[in-house]
């Protein structure tokens, strides 16, 4: 059972917005800054959000991040068949850990 | 180009042990602080364990504490994770990943990962 809540799936047809939640507490996404990354089929994770809302280079901007209390959301706007991957939330925890979601699967239709 | 290498991984016994090598290149390491993250086969990413710069400031997730040792050697650009007592649980692939966590600080973002490395624990 991961601290971080994620729905388990998600999924929307080419060129539309999909957003997936990532729920907490106040121990961790409550007084601390939420990353995201996307795992490709096969290969590592890769940085996609950091500190709730910024976007490292080279990644488009059809990518955004958003926090509200104990709750962050990653939306994707014109939906790519390239973005087909599992997304992780993770934010610090006061107990001292580096806490993540435990992942969606984000399927292209 | 950041490059992040492990090595080390493969099949141990339960209750036996193992060392991992993250071999860092393309950035000065010393600067970085860094972190294992590990992905049991078909599940999530698991945080392990953290070290700043300096090695003063470690952390360790409860599921390792007592049992993993992570630590680095700056003058040779590399991290290691020593794995005690292994579990089957402790199965997975195991990632090096850079944080942005300025000198001490607390873990941050991990900007860049590693491959990866699978250990296997079986008998």
């Known amino acids: 059972q991961s601290v971080l809540t994620q729905p388990p799936s998600a999924s929307g047809t080419p060129g539309q917005r999909v957003t997936i939640s990532c729920s907490g507490s106040?121990?961790?996404?409550?007084?601390?800054?939420v990353n995201w990354y996307q795992q490709l089929p096969g290969t590592a994770p890769k940085l996609l959000i950091y500190s709730n809302n910024q976007r490292p280079s080279g990644v488009p901007d059809r990518f955004s991040g958003s926090k509200s209390g104990t709750s962050a959301s990653l939306a994707i706007s014109g939906l790519q068949s390239e973005d087909e991957a599992d997304y992780y939330c993770a934010a610090w925890d006061d107990s001292l850990t580096v806490v993540f979601g435990g992942g969606t699967k984000l399927t292209v239709l | 180009e950041v490059q992040l290498v492990e090595s080390g991984g493969g099949l141990v016994q339960p209750g036996g042990s193992l060392r991992l090598s993250c071999a860092a290149s393309g950035f000065t390491f010393s600067s970085y602080s860094m972190n294992w993250v590990r992905q049991a086969p078909g599940k999530g990413l698991e945080w392990v364990s953290y070290i700043s710069t300096s090695g003063s400031t470690i952390y360790y997730a409860d599921s390792v504490r007592g049992r993993f040792t992570i630590s680095r050697d700056n003058a040779k650009n590399s991290l290691f994770l020593q794995m005690n007592s292994l579990r089957d649980e402790d199965t997975a692939v195991y990632y090096c990943?850079?944080?942005?966590?300025?000198?001490?600080?607390?873990?941050?973002?991990?900007?860049?990962w590693g491959q990866g490395t699978l250990v296997t624990v079986s008998s």
């Open positions: 990943a850079r944080d942005t966590a300025y000198g001490d600080s607390d873990p941050n973002y991990f900007d860049y």
């Open positions: 106040s121990s961790n996404i409550g007084s601390n800054t």
